[in-house]
């Protein structure tokens, strides 16, 4: 079965989630970024989600954008009022 690595940010507005989406961008580091930024208790882990096959995520988490994305992308979504920065690491 395909498997997906992931990782996510978890913020409360879409202006800093497009803010760390830039500096992902131009080099910083992911995991520094979702430990200062993150409201998910993966923080404490840089934000990974460990892996997971297709219909292994709950619905409404990151599952759609990370197996809708090519691995090393980024995608930003709405999640219950509030904004994931979400990546494939492949």
């Known amino acids: 079965m395909a498997q997906a690595t992931a990782r996510h940010i978890l913020v409360d507005d879409e202006a800093l989630c497009e803010e760390l989406k830039t500096k992902i961008a131009g080099g910083e580091d992911f995991a520094d970024l979702a430990r ?3 409201s998910c208790p993966s923080s404490a882990q840089g934000g990974d989600l460990g892996s997971f096959g297709p219909g292994q995520r709950r619905s409404g988490s990151c ?5 809708l994305s090519p ?4 995608k930003s979504h709405r999640l219950n009022f509030r904004r994931n920065l979400a990546t494939n690491k492949g």
Do not use: M, N, T
């Open 36 to 38: 200062e930024h993150s």
């Open 63 to 67: 599952k759609d954008p990370v197996w």
């Open 71 to 74: 691995a090393g992308s980024y």
